[in-house]
Protein backbone atom coordinates (compact mmCIF):
# COMPACT_ATOMS: atom_id res chain seq x y z
CA UNK A 1 0.00 0.00 0.00
CA UNK A 2 1.07 3.31 -0.93
CA UNK A 3 0.89 6.07 1.66
CA UNK A 4 0.58 9.52 0.44
CA UNK A 5 0.86 13.06 1.71
CA UNK A 6 0.22 16.75 0.04
CA UNK A 7 1.95 19.78 1.03
CA UNK A 8 2.11 23.42 0.22
CA UNK A 9 -1.23 24.74 0.08
CA UNK A 10 -2.01 28.21 1.40
CA UNK A 11 -3.21 31.83 0.24
CA UNK A 12 -1.92 33.55 -3.39
CA UNK A 13 -3.07 36.61 -5.04
CA UNK A 14 -4.56 36.06 -8.25
CA UNK A 15 -1.63 35.62 -10.96
CA UNK A 16 0.32 34.38 -8.43
CA UNK A 17 1.65 30.94 -8.64
CA UNK A 18 1.74 28.23 -5.97
CA UNK A 19 3.99 24.65 -5.73
CA UNK A 20 1.81 21.08 -4.39
CA UNK A 21 4.37 18.49 -3.50
CA UNK A 22 2.70 14.79 -3.28
CA UNK A 23 5.61 12.67 -1.05
CA UNK A 24 5.30 8.81 -1.32
CA UNK A 25 5.58 6.52 1.38
CA UNK A 26 8.06 4.17 -0.70
CA UNK A 27 9.15 4.20 -4.34
CA UNK A 28 6.12 4.21 -6.83
CA UNK A 29 5.30 2.27 -9.92
CA UNK A 30 2.29 3.63 -10.32
CA UNK A 31 0.63 6.38 -12.03
CA UNK A 32 -0.07 9.91 -10.28
CA UNK A 33 -2.45 12.46 -10.50
CA UNK A 34 -3.49 15.54 -8.97
CA UNK A 35 -7.44 16.20 -8.44
CA UNK A 36 -9.70 19.01 -6.56
CA UNK A 37 -12.47 18.88 -5.38
CA UNK A 38 -14.79 21.76 -4.67
CA UNK A 39 -17.80 21.83 -1.69
CA UNK A 40 -21.02 19.70 -3.53
CA UNK A 41 -19.18 19.38 -6.19
CA UNK A 42 -17.60 16.02 -7.83
CA UNK A 43 -13.89 15.33 -7.64
CA UNK A 44 -12.71 16.69 -10.49
CA UNK A 45 -9.38 15.91 -12.67
CA UNK A 46 -6.28 18.25 -13.08
CA UNK A 47 -2.80 16.49 -13.91
CA UNK A 48 -1.11 12.80 -14.30
CA UNK A 49 1.78 11.74 -15.03
CA UNK A 50 3.39 8.20 -16.00
CA UNK A 51 5.41 6.26 -13.75
CA UNK A 52 8.78 7.15 -14.53
CA UNK A 53 7.88 10.70 -15.23
CA UNK A 54 8.13 10.76 -19.27
CA UNK A 55 4.42 11.33 -20.07
CA UNK A 56 1.72 13.85 -18.78
CA UNK A 57 -1.58 14.49 -19.17
CA UNK A 58 -3.46 17.95 -18.24
CA UNK A 59 -7.75 18.78 -17.78
CA UNK A 60 -8.26 21.82 -20.49
CA UNK A 61 -8.99 24.25 -17.40
CA UNK A 62 -5.00 24.06 -16.13
CA UNK A 63 -3.42 23.40 -19.48
CA UNK A 64 -0.44 26.03 -19.90
CA UNK A 65 -1.00 27.13 -16.64
CA UNK A 66 0.08 24.16 -14.56
CA UNK A 67 2.88 21.57 -14.72
CA UNK A 68 3.19 18.17 -13.30
CA UNK A 69 6.67 16.71 -12.69
CA UNK A 70 8.42 13.72 -10.95
CA UNK A 71 11.25 13.19 -9.01
CA UNK A 72 11.72 8.96 -7.96
CA UNK A 73 15.17 9.50 -6.72
CA UNK A 74 12.47 11.23 -3.82
CA UNK A 75 9.57 9.42 -4.47
CA UNK A 76 7.58 13.05 -5.30
CA UNK A 77 5.52 14.33 -8.13
CA UNK A 78 5.30 18.35 -8.03
CA UNK A 79 2.74 20.16 -9.24
CA UNK A 80 3.94 23.62 -10.35
CA UNK A 81 0.38 25.99 -10.62
CA UNK A 82 1.15 29.20 -12.53
CA UNK A 83 -1.53 32.01 -13.78
CA UNK A 84 -3.68 31.51 -10.53
CA UNK A 85 -7.27 32.79 -10.31
CA UNK A 86 -10.09 32.40 -7.91
CA UNK A 87 -11.77 29.64 -9.73
CA UNK A 88 -8.83 27.55 -8.86
CA UNK A 89 -9.38 27.88 -4.93
CA UNK A 90 -10.26 24.71 -3.36
CA UNK A 91 -8.93 21.22 -1.83
CA UNK A 92 -6.47 19.57 -4.05
CA UNK A 93 -6.09 15.77 -3.83
CA UNK A 94 -2.85 13.62 -4.66
CA UNK A 95 -3.68 10.22 -6.15
CA UNK A 96 -1.98 7.17 -7.16
CA UNK A 97 -2.60 3.72 -8.97
CA UNK A 98 -0.91 1.23 -11.26
CA UNK A 99 -2.89 1.86 -14.32
CA UNK A 100 -1.62 3.43 -17.96
CA UNK A 101 -1.87 7.02 -18.42
CA UNK A 102 -4.40 8.02 -20.63
CA UNK A 103 -6.72 10.67 -21.58
CA UNK A 104 -9.37 9.50 -19.33
CA UNK A 105 -8.23 9.99 -15.67
CA UNK A 106 -11.55 9.88 -13.23
CA UNK A 107 -11.09 9.67 -9.74
CA UNK A 108 -12.84 6.29 -10.05
CA UNK A 109 -9.64 5.00 -11.33
CA UNK A 110 -7.49 5.77 -8.60
CA UNK A 111 -6.62 3.34 -5.66
CA UNK A 112 -4.60 5.52 -2.98
CA UNK A 113 -5.30 9.11 -1.86
CA UNK A 114 -4.03 11.30 -0.05
CA UNK A 115 -5.36 13.89 2.39
CA UNK A 116 -5.65 16.88 0.49
CA UNK A 117 -4.33 20.20 0.73
CA UNK A 118 -6.09 23.86 0.58
CA UNK A 119 -4.92 27.14 -1.42
CA UNK A 120 -6.72 29.97 -1.61
CA UNK A 121 -6.45 32.00 -4.52
CA UNK A 122 -7.27 36.30 -3.26
CA UNK A 123 -8.76 38.78 -5.76
Known amino acids: QVRLVESGGGL????GSLRLSCAASARTFS???????APGKEREFVAAISPNGG????ANAVKGRFTIS???KK?????????????????YYCAAAPITLS????????????QGTQFTVST
Not at 12 to 15: D, E, I, K, L, M
Not at 31 to 37: A, K, Y
Not at 103 to 114: N, P, Q
Open 55 to 58: STVY
Open 103 to 114: TSMSATRFEYWG
Open 70 to 72: ADN
Open 31 to 37: TVGWFRQ
Open 12 to 15: VQTG
Open 75 to 91: NTRTLQMDSLNPEDTTV
